[in-house]
């Protein structure tokens, strides 16, 4: 069956034990950071870099609010990057859980279509090309564990399991946050498998926290690609 | 805590206060977060908008050092509008107490004070007694003496517009959290507070405290679910540490630490032991004479006997009224008078206050030892800034610890619960278990001594047998701490067999019977087992969280103390929905968490008096809760001071601007600057969810110096307009005692507060860094900047508000 996050906002505080524990399970290098007038660090994600809690403080109806917006891959049901790349042995959905994996055959893409193709501006890539991002912790998944930013948060605002349950738990919980912020919302919640839950405006938390430009279909950029990669693999089998 | 971390879900109302549960304590955000799903309100008061206050539903900033103000007029709107618990407050308080006419208040000075010895004769405190000791009461409240009319009297010059004079908190902010706080002066609401460091380090930090029981007194907000006055330690065993006796005034469980004009267990137990000539109090601390000869037993087995008073002159001793406190230590280091330190699991030259001090201290010794999972800015002080390797004499030893996973043991939480944990992987290397260099170092001083040394007594004769196969055992101190019966006893029908394990301290012996540790301790390790061991799933009856087969807990299991205060005189709930105890008159026993003592309630269900009743406080003497403390260094009831460094020349509230009972140290790096122009900014120290303590264990973490890899300085954006900063950029923040580089952080999350109309700036600087990590060398202490004063019953440093500049480099 397939899996989904579901991501509070509204409970999160920003400890970013997820932050580490991301690194620590994929052993991934610290980056060499510093203080640039904000507890945001490191500043974007990266290839080194899977997740990211992002932090503003904003004037909302007159109060201060600090809002936390721990971003990942959100695993699209139907992901623009793997549509684009179109090659299965470089990303690919795992049927079983949903993740969206990226293999080190992402090596041979290319960069910029596979970036600009997400709509949450979530890919990195290395110095040689390589492209990274959160991967469920599918290793974990597979083994009946939750992903280590799950397991690791302290105050429930990050959740895992079957992707109903989770809607289930998403809606419930909309309910009742709209009652204290009644522009709450769920975003995307259709087409992803990492629901977030805000309680204003997703766009005053981050840029990219909803889709830029989700179509329920695919771009024409994808739909040439998906046309021409049978004969781009015919061509390359030739050679 | 008086409760524990899980019944914060309980509460109808959170206050968040002088601590940061969201950044310092992240794990009871799933309490607190559960209890806002119920329903709850979250309170945040801080002087920077905090991760915590980010999820409070009301923020109010006050200016740091100033809560006895805030709270103060919490308690004249409590009494104002008649909002206590009126049935609790005179059945449980010493509200109705009369105190003697010697007592008295003006200009800020309470009777009795010695201006030379910057200290109070107490004596002038007390209550009105009857031919038997007993106070004399008034429950109807209205004695011109009685202590709840002095509270009136002494909180009415608490006015809303003098409190926001001096909090820099504006009335109408002030007002939103006392009218969300005090509606829970009812007998089914419940509210909490949640303390730590930002209330105890400050020159009037206890009576912070004092101020929030006082209020908790008032709503019946103590011995109930979700209630309770809740310190959440700053460290996993900071509890443990203390029960056992890490401070210089105490010995394990509490007891005093012997003075050296007591010459026997006698007069001891003559001075130390409280007595009451009201029947109907328990005055459990009449029991100490059992717990100081169990202890002594404990400490030096066979041979502590009836005839040499069971050891007692082997104890060291403190000279009469004399602190030895960090500061007064680190002050007599500083004049050359001690010689050698065992900097153990600590990093003095980073964690305490005035850290120049410390750190110019230390090059006066001869030798330190520093044991530790690293080396650090202590073992190392001798190469740190300013310091000259050729001219400082100090040897310095290192002695490598291993860390808490790779060694057994317990660890005492802040909810009072003692959790056994298991080694994991083995030690690195060389290191070893603390237990293990204790074991050694003391076997080593008993071959030493025993050829002899001054007084030799006091270490020959210690028992010291808690190794198995050569090596510590921690299972053998655990049963130590518990405590033995040494000859075989019977009490009533039961015969406890000598060498087995006491069941509990109310069975403890003055007669050398029995031996133990530390009393508070006893009935952790049983002939039925390691009770701090047990991992049970289920809650009790009243499911209110208590999980009373999970781990253990002091005293005697019991997860909610002052329990019978949650009940009327009669013994049942005044809150049904979520009771803690609760009497059971057919089956004659209490049901629910472990009660404060088992005798029954006060009343009858006919509302008669019961002869055998005690009243619910058991370990005040009068056997009632202290909303008059006459026991305090500085006054009965807490008074707003300012700190020693503050931005007003003048105190609003009286003639003295500082705790005239603050201990005030003079050597040449003691300097003070008060409404000083070269520092004209309220300044405060915090801590990060990133880093831990001094730094040692996360600093050196690539992934968390990731996270947090510089030292700051949060300012707020109006300051930063002032001055000219850019976000972002280096900046030398600096006191009368030293200065320490920063990177700005301008934020909206501090705003200038209006102290008596004028604009009065804060900035906050967080102290995990230090010299030794990053590579760079240029992160350093934030204790570089604190002063050395303190609390003058804790003399814990006033790490919490001082004065600085902050500066372009």
Known sequence: MSKAFFIDTTLCTACRGCQVACKQWHNLPAEKTTNKGTFQNPADLSFDTYKLVRMREEIIGGKLRWLFFPEQCRHCLEPPCRDTAGEPTAIYTDKETGAVLYTANTKGLDVKEITEACPYNIPRASDDGTLAKCDMCIDRVQNGLLPACVKTCPSGAMNFGDREAMLEMAKKRLKEVQAKFPKASLLDPDNVSVIYLTAFDPKIYHEFSVASRHSPGITRQVALKKMASPIARFIRALG | MTNHWIDVKNADVILIMGSNAAENHPISFRWITEAQKNGSTLISVDPRFTRSSSKADIYAPLRSGTDIAFLGGMIKYILENKLYFKEYVVNYTNASFIVNDAFGFSDGLFTGYDEKKRSYDKSKWAFETDEKGIPKKDPSLKHPRCVFTLLKKHYDRYTLKRVSDVTGTTESQLLEVYKAYSATGKPDKAATIMYAMGWTQHTVGVQYIRAMCMIQLLLGNMGIAGGGVNAMRGESNVQGSTDHALLFHILPGYLPTPAASIPSLAVYNEKNTPKSGDPRSANWWQNRPKYITSFLKSVFGDKATAENDFGYNWLPKIDDGKPYSWLDLFDAMYDGKIKGLFAWGMNPACSGANANKTRKAMAKLDWMVNVNLFDNETGSFWRGPGMDPANIKTEVFMLPACVSVEKEGSITNSGRWMQWRYEGPKPLGNSRPDGDIIMELGLKLKELYAKGGVFPDAIANLKW????????????????????????????????????????????????????????????????????????????????????????????????????????PKGQPYNEKRWVVKWDAEGKKWVGDVPDGPWP?????????????????????EGHAQIYGPGLNDGPFPEHYEPLECPIEKNLFGKQRINPAAPVYSADVDAFATCDARFPFVATTFRLSEHWQTGLMTRPQPWLLELQPQMFVEISEELAKLKGFKNGERVKVSSARGSVECTT????????????????????????????????????????LTPSTGDPNTRIPESKAFMVNVAKI
Request: glycine share 10%.
């Open chain 2, 745 to 784: 952080i301008v934020t909206k999350r501090f705003k200038p507060f209006k102290i008596s109309g004028t604009v009065v700036h804060e900035v906050g600087v967080p102290w995990h860094f230090g010299w030794r990590w990053p590579e760079s060398g240029k992160e350093e202490s934030a204790n570089l």
């Open chain 2, 465 to 568: 047998d808690y190794l198995t196969n050569h090596k510590y055992d921690p299972h053998k101190v655990a049963k130590e701490i518990n405590g033995y019966w040494l000859k075989d006893k019977t009490i009533g029908e039961v015969t406890y067999k000598a060498g087995s394990l006491v069941p509990s301290f109310a069975l403890l012996q003055a007669d050398g019977s029995t031996s133990s540790g530390n009393w508070l301790y006893t009935a952790s390790y049983t002939d039925k087992g390691n009770m701090a061991a047990r991992r049970g799933q289920e809650d009790a009856p009243n499911k209110i969280g208590l999980y009373p087969g999970f781990a253990w807990c002091w005293p005697v299991n019991r997860r909610i103390i002052y329990n019978r205060a949650s009940c009327n």
């Open chain 2, 601 to 621: 309630p006060m009343q009858n269900p006919d509302g008669s008096q019961r002869e055998d009743g005690r009243y619910a406080f058991i370990m005040v003497k």
